[in-house]
């Protein structure tokens, strides 16, 4: 289909958007997933009780993606090999933020050196709360022995243990802006105030869910148009995107990944240009008791490093 990007939403649906053939890069790194996403974190194990290792260092380290979003489609995943002056290993991989301080901690019993092994970061921490946005870096090192952790094996050894992790990704996909003083939270409407931030973009633009959840509501409202509403995870927010130029894939009861697509910026229901309609609703949630909250800062802060 020339002059359009066709972008793969669940299995079988395409979203065919005006546009250049060339591909669109998704909002840091959470890519423009087409499929089922990515496994489930890696199990954090246990000490070994007796641990033994040998003088370790590192034949390779690569962490990918260089960014990440808590509940995304894409986990930090690190692919390591060791050596070591004995053939098996007791070893532990820890997660450090910027100050050094471990946030988590992964235990493996008789790693073999010389043999590439995985282990992948779901983003919580040792006490299973989500981990804070920031720059993170992966430490190999024995278990339990007062032995320094491991190196590169070699001055030109090539070694990737850093990345970015973030809890949301910005919603729109595209170049965009915050409109004038009538598009904020607040603004005076006729018989009520706004309850949200309008985020002016081209129709067709992909819209990505900040954070990822459980789907509320995806239907049709004449004021709304198109709108999806999502209970966000391991937050007390929960998200809604108006205005969208066709009905979302996403269907109710649905688990949605943070920076998956859920649908294409229009300007459907009560609506006189293209933009996103976006509201956060305080716990316990969306027309359940809880009340909207201004959502432009959490906007430009994600929008900051997205």
Same mark, same amino acid.
């Given at each position: 289909m020339a002059g359009k990007i066709c972008i793969a939403v669940g299995l079988v649906l395409l979203l065919c958007l005006?546009?250049?053939?060339?591909?669109?890069?998704?909002?840091?790194?959470?890519?423009?997933?087409?499929?089922?996403?990515?496994?489930?974190g890696s199990p954090a194990g246990t000490p070994s009780p007796a641990p033994s290792a040998g003088?370790?260092?590192?034949?390779?380290?690569?962490?990918?993606?260089?960014?990440?979003?808590?509940?995304?489609?894409?986990?930090?995943?690190?692919?390591?090999?060791?050596?070591?002056?004995?053939?098996?290993?007791?070893?532990?991989?820890d997660v450090l933020d910027t100050a050094g301080a471990v946030v988590k901690t992964f235990y493996r019993e008789d790693v073999a050196a010389d043999v590439e092994n995985? #282990?992948?970061? @779901? $983003?919580?921490?040792? *006490?299973?709360?989500?981990?804070?946005?920031?720059?993170?870096?992966?430490?190999?090192?024995?278990?339990?022995i007062a032995a320094p952790a491991a190196r590169k094996a070699t001055s030109s050894t090539a070694l990737s243990l850093g990345f970015a992790f973030y809890g949301y990704a910005f919603p729109i996909m595209g170049a965009h802006n915050y409109g004038s003083g009538g598009s904020g939270f607040g603004a005076a409407r006729s018989g009520h105030t706004h309850q949200g931030q309008d985020v002016m973009s081209a129709c067709g633009v992909p819209l990505l869910a900040a954070r990822?959840?459980?789907?509320?509501?995806?239907t049709w409202d004449d004021a709304a148009?198109?709108? #999806?509403?999502? @209970? $966000?995870?391991?937050? *007390?927010?929960?998200?809604?995107?108006?205005?969208?130029?066709?009905?979302?894939p996403l269907r109710v009861g649905e688990t949605v990944r943070t920076g998956q697509p859920i649908g294409v910026v229009g300007t459907t229901?009560?609506?006189?240009?293209?933009?996103?309609?976006?509201?956060?609703?305080?716990?316990?949630?969306?027309?359940?008791?809880?009340?909207?909250?201004?959502?432009?800062?959490?906007l430009q802060k994600w929008d900051a490093y997205s």
């Open positions: 005006p546009g250049s053939a060339a591909a669109t890069t998704a909002t840091g790194g959470a890519g423009t997933p087409g499929a089922a996403p990515s496994a489930k003088v370790l260092s590192l034949l390779a380290a690569k962490t990918t993606p260089r960014k990440s979003f808590y509940f995304g489609y894409r986990y930090p995943l690190l692919s390591y090999t060791i050596g070591s002056s004995q053939p098996l290993n007791d070893i532990q991989i995985k #282990v992948r970061w @779901d $983003g919580t921490t040792n *006490e299973g709360r989500p981990a804070r946005n920031g720059r993170y870096s992966f430490r190999i090192s024995p278990q339990g990822g959840g459980t789907v509320q509501v995806s148009g198109n709108y #999806v509403v999502i @209970d $966000g995870k391991g937050t *007390e927010y929960d998200f809604m995107y108006a205005h969208m130029a066709e009905p979302s229901g009560s609506s006189s240009a293209c933009h996103l309609h976006f509201e956060m609703w305080s716990a316990p949630g969306w027309y359940e008791g809880g009340s909207p909250i201004d959502p432009l800062g959490y």
